[in-house]
């Protein structure tokens, strides 16, 4: 039955008349939830030095809180978009976490205090959540199989994006600061009282965006077909195929849909034996994007280049230089992930990050300084980039069956988030007690330990449908 169900299903990645425009036009706007997600969370870096001093944070647990408190909406956002999007639809969604992104952006930038500064952060955290979510699962949802690697990682690239925007916005709203500054001439200079308001409240221009662009998408065909809407789900599928495409992917769709009634996307369901290979497959993927410890270097940017000998003013522009390079190789995966697989390109990630972190670790432990720590910071990112930046989004948006896809994302979600709270409130507390280098040493342990969970558990997805895809885990 399942060879049976496999020969059913290679009629669609045949298709010749892909409405190509179309296609990424729709996946681009989706990705937008992207940008902002990258944005928001990397402005954070670039606005610390002053935020801080303004605020008065000192104490090594109340600036992870600051850092961190984000995770908290993350967390929340995650967890609800997965059964909110299987009740109410992708769209929805994905056109309130474009208004909430607005909110939260511009209040972030007008807090009076830290106690109000928190709150806002976590409004924007929640947009975040469901936006890292939603993006990635809306675009697989309506890609074909042979593009769904490249479709998937625009989602990716507006993330990286939206990274180096932050850092462009954040080094050009910087005034220079002298190498010599004392914490009180920060405090009071235009950096330190309106600068970092300005780098959170540019957020607004780019969520008002996505919010207005997000009317004009179709929902996806996918959720649809799996809601009854038959009818409208063949209509976007022949949109994007034609019409001989679209009668055979919602067989394809309708055929993992069958028993649908009786496995009803029930929480239970996703505990079930195959269910759970596949629940446990994308939660640690999850949770490696994260534990492989490159957001620290985004996120913490100013104390990585601080231990390795660079002032406040170096500090922003080298920020810049790791987005540019961040952006340049997530092309790169865009190039490799359809042609080379999923697999092949995350493993090279796991082994490279370990390598880099290892010698990063070393050069810390014997306090060298120099430019030569910002070509192996730069040498992570690219790494980071190309392989378990872009492809684990693209394996967590197609690695689950279709009728319990909003939830089993939603879990692989938060946990990432969870994972993400960890890693960037305990990386202060770590490099304080610690320091630079045994923190390091321990993210290339995790690396290496990815590299064989990859090797041992991941299936190659690439060409395949998503309903191709489902009988793997039969």
């Not at 028993?259 to 996703?270: C, F, H, M, S, V």
Request: positive net charge.
């Amino acid at each position: 039955m399942i060879d049976s169900a496999k020969e059913k299903m290679t009629v669609t990645t045949r298709a010749e008349h892909f409405d190509t425009a179309y296609i990424y036009a729709i996946s681009a706007v989706a990705a937008l939830g992207g940008l902002l997600f990258g944005y928001d969370w990397v402005v954070i870096g670039g606005a610390k030095p002053f935020y801080e001093k303004f605020f008065h944070l000192t104490d090594p647990s109340q600036q992870g809180w600051a850092m961190s408190c984000a995770l908290v909406g993350c967390l929340v956002g995650a967890l609800i978009s997965g059964s909110l999007s299987d009740r109410l639809g992708r769209k929805p969604l994905l056109i309130a976490a474009g208004l909430v992104f607005t909110i939260s952006s511009i209040g972030t930038g007008l807090a009076p205090s830290f106690g109000a500064f928190v709150p806002w952060r976590i409004l924007g955290g929640f947009a975040i959540g469901m936006a890292s979510s939603l993006s990635p699962m809306y675009i697989a949802e309506v890609a074909p199989a042979q593009h769904r690697g490249k479709l998937v990682s625009l989602n990716q690239l507006t993330i990286v994006i939206g990274i180096l925007l932050a850092q462009i916005v954040n080094w050009l709203i910087a005034k220079p600061v002298p190498p010599d500054a004392t914490a009180l001439e920060i405090l009071q200079s235009w950096n330190g009282q309106v600068g970092w308001r300005w780098m959170f409240g540019v957020t607004a221009i780019p969520s008002v965006l996505f919010f207005v662009s997000m009317f004009l998408l179709p929902e996806s065909p996918r959720w649809l077909a799996n809601n009854g809407a038959h009818e409208r789900a063949q209509r976007v599928l022949s949109r994007i195929g034609g019409e001989s495409y679209g009668a055979q992917a919602l067989r394809d769709i309708e055929a993992t849909l069958e028993d649908a009634n009786a496995k009803r996307a029930e929480l239970r369901t996703l505990f079930d034996r195959p269910m759970l290979k596949v629940l446990s497959l994308g939660v640690v993927l999850a949770v490696l994007q994260q534990w492989c410890g490159i957001n620290v270097i985004f996120n913490y940017a100013e104390e990585v280049f601080y231990a390795a000998g660079y002032n406040v003013s170096d500090i922003l522009f080298n920020i810049v230089v790791t987005g540019a390079v961040n952006l340049v190789f997530t092309f790169v995966a865009i190039g490799l992930v359809d042609r080379y697989g999923r697999r092949v390109l995350m493993l090279i990630g796991s082994a490279g990050l370990a390598i880099i972190y290892t010698c990063l670790g070393a050069l810390y432990y014997t306090h060298s300084r120099g430019v030569h720590m910002l070509v192996l910071v730069v040498a992570a990112i690219g790494c980071y980039a190309m392989s378990l930046a872009p492809v684990i989004w693209v394996v967590i948006s197609e690695i689950f069956p279709n009728r319990i896809r909003g939830a089993a994302m939603s879990i692989a979600i938060t946990a990432l988030w969870v994972a993400s709270f960890i890693l960037t409130y305990t990386f202060p507390i770590f490099n304080h007690s610690l320091g630079a280098a045994k923190t390091f040493w321990i993210y290339a342990a995790i690396c290496a330990a990815g590299f064989f969970f990859i090797k041992a558990r991941l299936p190659e997805t690439k060409g395949k449908t998503l309903e191709q895809i489902e009988v793997l885990w039969n």
